[in-house]
């Protein structure tokens, strides 16, 4: 790792790895993976499903919508009030370990994206479901090895090459131009995305705090959910390069959200 401590590590709930990531990397954090986790509890969630209509779109809901640990406590009590599982042992089980799995408690923490190692484990699986099984022999297993890591290789570096070249903006916008030197093709896509829905949040200057602190709200708030924020704080100082929103997409993801709103409508880049 150079020297470095990786930020965040995401494991399956192995009290062994844990251990040993307390001894290796005592300054990384330390998360479960959330397919591990809903996995385990599958069987006891799907009869819950059955049995309370809805209650799997809320859960999904309370997983991944809320931005802060505020919202996550509200949205996930006003579940189990709508469906009377206060005492439920699966949700119970899985609220307990809530610090270790859910996107909420750690969006301060960079993950890029990752909440589960179901990247890895896919790779594992396609090597052995493609060339390797009981009766592979060594030699030909790092034959085929070989072969994979050089087809890695050259998807890589068509990735880069496409990331060098220019990329046709599509606005104005100066700092778009910026995001695709930045970010490489396929994360830069998704910024676009999010940029182009600049134009349906709503901008005022934070009258508790003054210039350089905004308050962002959709101009269609919707109150279906009602633990719900409506307006996100953001600082955006170009003066001294300082940006920050409390929905931490941007200590979280490497990107940003709302922050992006208050550039378009009162700043010209970064």
């Known amino acids: 790792m150079g020297g470095h401590e990786p930020r965040c590590i995401l494991t399956d709930e192995d009290s062994s790895i844990a251990a040993a990531l307390r001894i290796v990397y005592p300054r990384t954090e330390h998360r479960l993976c959330r397919w591990h986790i809903l996995r385990k509890h599958r069987e006891a969630l799907n009869a ?41 042992v699966t949700l119970s089980s899985l609220y307990d370990l809530r610090r270790k799995w859910i996107p909420a408690f750690f969006k301060s923490v960079f993950c890029g994206r990752m909440t589960s190692t179901q990247r890895s484990e896919s790779t ?28 890695r290789k050259r998807a890589a570096g068509h990735e880069t090459l496409q990331c060098q070249s220019r990329i046709n903006s599509s606005s104005s ?9 930045a970010y490489s093709r396929a994360v830069f896509l998704k910024i676009r995305g999010t940029m182009k829905r600049c134009g349906a949040y709503r901008v005022e200057t934070d009258p508790t705090l003054g210039d350089h602190h905004y308050l962002v709200q959709h101009t269609s708030k919707s109150n279906r959910y009602s633990w719900s924020q409506h307006k996100f704080k953001v600082t955006a100082n170009a003066s001294n390069g300082s940006y920050m929103c409390e929905c931490k997409t941007w200590e979280h993801t490497g990107t940003y959200a709302y922050i992006y709103t208050v550039i378009h409508s009162h700043l010209l880049e970064l």
């Open 124 to 151: 594992n699986n396609m090597v052995k479901n493609d060339f390797a099984d009981h009766m592979t022999s060594i030699h030909m297993f790092a034959k085929h090895m070989q072969r994979f890591i050089e087809k």
């Open 48 to 88: 819950l499903y059955a049995n309370y209509e809805g209650l799997k779109d809320d859960l999904d809901s309370a997983i991944n919508h809320p931005l802060t640990v505020a919202e996550f406590e509200s949205c996930w009590a006003a579940m189990l009030d709508k469906y009377s599982l206060h005492e439920n």
């Open 173 to 181: 916008w100066q700092f778009e131009v910026q995001m695709s030197r």
